[in-house]
């Protein structure tokens, strides 16, 4: 390679480099911002704001949602396995919405453990499979086969990943 | 042996660094590269819309990962190939570079399009919503910009050597979007979920669906590199049109 070559090439492997730094930290800076919601433990050790709009994320808790029969009120209990607080929420829920699933709810936090929910999404997890096979493993008794009651027996479904990576590691959950 | 796979590389890079070599054998390779890609595409698709078995949770909606899946991918490593292309134009001012970048970028956009517009279809059933900002979406909509820019970017600069110039420099800075893209969905919290597939570690996928999802995002890939190799030739046609040795090939 030439010296004016390695010269061009010096030039543009700093300007990526710089670039790079420079989002790598802008992006670092606004992580809050970036970060889709709260989860249930940040909501719990008192970092998101009381009264504002925003979103929370975390695992519907098995045997927390109350349906009212007259009107379409629903509420339900949200954890990710370090903090739990209450969400309620009028309108009709996604298809994928069930216990033991991973939602995001888009609302107002009225009190440090009350969520008044505007719009709720479920979050779909990475993992794949025929129905037949989850029949098997339900029948095998394979812990977390059933998304429904995945959370009471081991791994949780239902894109549970994202709100138990963190506390994997110090084998909390 | 190090040295002759060196060796060999040297070789090819400055072999199909010649417009004139590149013309002659690109039209070589495309006759056995279009029938793979078409074949492997319709194997993959058919395959996967219609005999692959339904998800436990998301029955039928989830065939679209067969179109999504292979359309992000490849628009991801279409955006690389420009950065590449776009080192290689920037440091060793190569013609070949420029035409590549031209080539891959209409081809890169449209993937990108139609990975967020199926996205968005599949995600009104599945989340509840066609959008929302988090970071997945909003970097791969930055993406789909990024290309449109150096689309741009070639068509408003008149001059070919100075709209390459430019258009390389976009394509390389534009990769850093790409690192972002690809792990938007591990350093932040987003609605979008986790890859299924993994370089390391277990595929959370059974043989029987991702067979044929590994078939589509062959095919698309085929498909790219096809339409690469038909828009660079056109490009050379145009940029050569007085030169000698086309006027030979083309009779």
């Known amino acids: ?173 | 042996m190090l040295s002759a796979v060196w060796q060999t590389l040297t070789r090819w890079y400055h072999q199909w660094g010649s417009p004139r070599y590149f013309f002659q054998y690109s039209g070589v390779l495309l006759r056995w590269l279009w029938p793979l890609a078409i074949v492997a595409t319709m194997t993959g698709l058919v395959w996967g819309l219609a005999f692959a078995p339904a998800d436990y949770q998301q029955g039928d909606s989830y065939r679209i990962i067969f179109i999504h899946v292979p359309a992000a991918s490849a628009a991801l490593l279409g955006y690389v190939s420009m950065g590449v292309a776009g080192l290689v134009g920037l440091v060793w001012r190569m013609k070949m570079a420029d035409i590549m970048i031209k080539a891959i970028a209409p081809f890169g956009a449209i993937l990108a399009a139609v990975a967020l517009i199926t996205g968005a279809i599949w995600g009104k059933p599945t989340w509840g919503t066609y959008w929302v900002w988090d970071a997945r979406l909003t970097s791969m909509l930055l993406m789909l910009f990024l290309y449109l820019g150096v689309i741009a970017l070639i068509n408003a600069i008149p001059d070919p050597r100075q709209a390459g110039r430019a258009a390389s420099l976009l394509s390389v800075v534009g990769v850093i979007n790409v690192v972002i893209v690809k792990y938007s969905v591990q350093w932040w919290q987003s609605l979008h979920q986790g890859s299924t597939l993994k370089v390391v570690g277990e595929t959370a996928m059974p043989a029987e669906m991702l067979s044929p999802l590994l078939i589509s995002m062959l095919g698309i890939y085929l498909l790219f590199a096809c339409t690469v190799l038909v828009r660079a030739r056109t490009e050379i046609m145009r940029r050569e049109r007085k030169s000698q040795w086309l006027k030979e090939a083309l009779q």
């Open chain 1, 1 to 173: 390679m030439n010296a004016v070559r390695k010269q061009r090439l010096m030039i543009i492997v700093g300007v990526v480099v710089g670039l790079g730094i420079a989002t790598g930290l802008l992006l670092f800076a606004l992580t809050q911002n970036i970060n889709l919601f709260y989860t249930p433990q940040q909501i719990a050790a008192g970092e998101a704001p009381v009264g504002a709009n925003m979103r929370v994320g975390g695992l519907v808790v098995p045997g927390s949602v109350i349906r009212n029969n007259e009107t379409l009120d629903v509420s339900f209990d949200l954890t990710d396995g370090q903090g739990t607080f209450s969400v309620h929420y009028h309108g009709i829920l996604p298809d994928l919405f069930r216990e033991g699933q991973g939602i995001v709810a888009n609302g107002v936090l009225v009190a440090a453990d009350r969520f008044e929910a505007e719009e709720v999404l479920a979050k779909h997890d990475e993992e794949y499979m025929p129905p037949e096979v989850q029949d098997a493993l339900e029948k095998a008794g394979h812990p977390g086969a059933n998304a429904d009651d995945a959370s009471n027996k081991g791994e949780p479904k239902g894109g549970a990943g994202v709100y138990t990576r963190g506390y994997k590691a110090d084998g909390q959950y």
